[in-house]
């Protein structure tokens, strides 16, 4: 599988990772983690996270180039451009909250 391909996982103990493959029509997954660990798995025990995909206008497309250009943060249009930071917004979430 390409990275384009890939398919984005979460797994209760071990946390989000890539399928790298399967075997056994579907039932076992191979899967590399962020920590590193490269696991067989039951395919059932894993949820696929869905990446929403949003085409931006060509507006919005320049005025995001032009402002890495200038090296600033175009806030305009972030939201849009952002994407695929489940696992660290998570992360703060759990620590804010211990502290709270």
Same mark, same amino acid.
């Given at each position: 599988?390409?990275?384009k391909?890939?398919?984005i996982v979460?797994h209760? *103990?071990?946390?989000?990772?890539v399928?790298? /493959?399967t075997?056994w029509d !579907?039932i076992e997954?191979?899967?590399?983690?962020? %920590?590193?660990?490269c696991?067989?798995?039951?395919?059932?025990?894993?949820k696929?996270?869905?990446?929403?995909?949003?085409?931006l206008? *060509?507006?919005?497309s320049?005025r995001?180039? /032009?402002?890495?250009?200038? !090296?600033?943060?175009p806030?305009q249009?972030?939201? %849009?451009?952002?994407?695929?930071r489940?696992?660290e917004i998570?992360l703060?979430?759990k620590?804010?909250?211990?502290?709270?």
């Amino acid at each position: 599988m390409n990275e384009k391909n890939s398919k984005i996982v979460f797994h209760n *103990i071990f946390g989000e990772g890539v399928v790298l /493959e399967t075997r056994w029509d !579907g039932i076992e997954s191979r899967v590399k983690f962020r %920590s590193g660990l490269c696991l067989w798995l039951p395919t059932k025990w894993l949820k696929t996270l869905q990446i929403e995909e949003k085409e931006l206008d *060509i507006i919005s497309s320049r005025r995001l180039v /032009e402002a890495f250009r200038l !090296g600033v943060v175009p806030h305009q249009d972030i939201e %849009s451009f952002t994407f695929g930071r489940a696992y660290e917004i998570d992360l703060f979430q759990k620590a804010l909250d211990t502290i709270i």
